[in-house]
């Protein structure tokens, strides 16, 4: 760990959490150099849906490797380019009645999110955004700018306000409180100071922000309130796409058609960098260039892009995996929630994409340590770190899944008796519940 100690910037975060030297990954697991075995539901932060070095995957890349297929080419149009567009076209936008244009832009999500931006202002002609209170959408200042995390908003160094509103995404509120109404009034008044937005953008399911789930009527809704004032709706499915929440796209199922649609982490396959922004053909108003990036278009990530998707999502079948194993995380979930949570306790999220909300950081925090002590690598998320996420590969056999969360109901177990040993624990309960939740 020295090397690391004297040299690695102290930005890093994750290797603080899971203070490991990592040397090898396979499927749903994880070896350190002393060879102990992790059973892995962080998986790369949402960007391993389909594990660690999938052999299908693997065999594609070193066999275009071995061919001397062309590793970087600019936008350059190359025949791996062309696989996975084609693949992408037939297997993932045909049958869902999609029609949309795809620009590769730089390889992270952040540069995806800054592209659909510019995009959206550029075609309407308006400066302002609409984001909801608790987005992540990325750590470079246009991103940033439609984020809600204090934290990472306040490493910019610099204002983030200007022409970006945020606005209550659904249950901000509490419940009954329908806030695109809030949002379709202040769009309809002149006087709201709130200017028209070029676009509205929105994660289906928040998931730095606290695995929040927006419900699908609450969706739809906001796709009409978007219609009726002329505004683009931008979904982020960075986190929650590529069959995270039991289908590819996380707003399939409430029947909504975004205008852009950004897109990275797992839609490279392997786990190699890619992004991509999906827009109506409309909407493609750039001129040349006007988007650019050294590292636009990854053709290593082509292959393994197109070996997921052949490999996959050819059929329903993958998906009906996803969501029974979703149905299986859910219902482990809960009886959790309702045997250690003491009523503080609550469930978010959608399919393979859940949190348990502990409501203090501090509380959850114990209970990730304690997964790692046993074999678990699992995360928070939320404001507070409050939330224990679930991110496990979407590929993870049902004897992991079962162990895993085993794992974390033991810790939670352990750590919620130690708290109730403390009477400042529930007190911090009893004070903070109704705002925390």
């Not at 978007?226 to 039991?246: N, S, Y």
């Not at 996803?322 to 250690?340: E, S």
């Not at 990730?368 to 404001?383: D, P, R, V, Y």
């Amino acid at each position: 760990m020295k090397i690391f100690e004297e040299l690695e910037s102290e930005v890093q975060s994750y290797a603080r959490s899971f203070p490991r030297v990592f040397h090898r990954a396979q499927g749903a697991h994880l070896f350190d150099e002393d060879g102990n075995k992790y059973i892995d539901f962080l998986a790369g932060a949402g960007t391993l849906n389909y594990g660690h070095n999938n052999p299908v995957f693997k065999e594609k890349l070193i066999e275009y490797i071995m061919e001397d297929g062309v590793t970087h080419g600019l936008d350059l149009h190359t025949k791996a380019k062309a696989a996975f567009l084609e693949s992408f076209n037939e297997y993932i936008l045909k049958p869902r009645d999609l029609e949309y244009m795809v620009q590769f832009t730089g390889p992270t999500g952040t540069n995806a999110v800054e592209a659909a931006l510019k995009l959206a202002r550029n075609v309407t002609g308006r400066e302002n955004i609409v984001s909801f209170t608790n987005g992540f959408h990325g750590c470079s200042l246009g991103s940033l700018s439609v984020t809600g995390n204090s934290h990472h908003r306040g490493a910019a160094g610099t204002s983030l306000g200007a022409g970006v509103s945020t606005v209550p995404f659904d249950g901000y509120l509490g419940d009954g409180i329908e806030t695109t109404e809030y949002l379709d009034k202040v769009l309809s008044d002149s006087s709201s100071g709130v200017d028209l937005p070029a676009a509205v953008i929105v994660e289906t399911v928040q998931g730095e922000g606290g695995i929040n789930a927006a419900s699908f009527e609450w969706l739809q809704n906001l796709e009409a309130v978007c219609k009726k004032h002329e505004v683009l709706l931008i979904v982020d499915d960075i986190q929650a796409g590529c069959g995270r929440t039991g289908t590819f796209f996380s707003f399939e199922p409430a029947g909504i058609k975004p205008d852009i649609v950004t897109m990275s982490k797992s839609i490279g396959g392997y786990g190699l960098p890619f992004a991509i922004v999906l827009m109506t053909p409309e909407l493609d108003q750039w001129k040349p260039g006007e988007h650019n990036g050294t590292f636009r278009g990854n053709n290593l990530a082509f292959v393994t892009a197109k070996a997921a998707i052949d490999t996959f999502w050819k059929d329903n079948t993958f998906e009906k995996e996803i969501q029974r194993k979703g149905d299986y995380i859910l219902k482990r979930t809960q009886a959790i929630v309702d045997k250690y949570g003491e009523g503080n306790f609550t469930l978010h999220g959608r399919g393979m994409m859940r949190g348990i909300n502990c409501v203090s950081g501090e509380l959850a925090g114990k209970i990730t340590h304690k997964c790692f002590q046993n074999g678990l690598m699992i995360e928070t998320s939320g404001a507070d770190d409050h939330v224990v996420k679930f991110l496990c590969p979407l590929i993870i056999s049902d004897e992991d899944l079962k162990q895993g969360i085993d794992i974390l109901e033991s810790a939670i177990k352990e750590v919620c008796a130690k708290e109730d040993d403390m009477p400042e624990a529930k007190s911090y309960f009893d004070e903070n519940y109704d705002i925390a939740v």
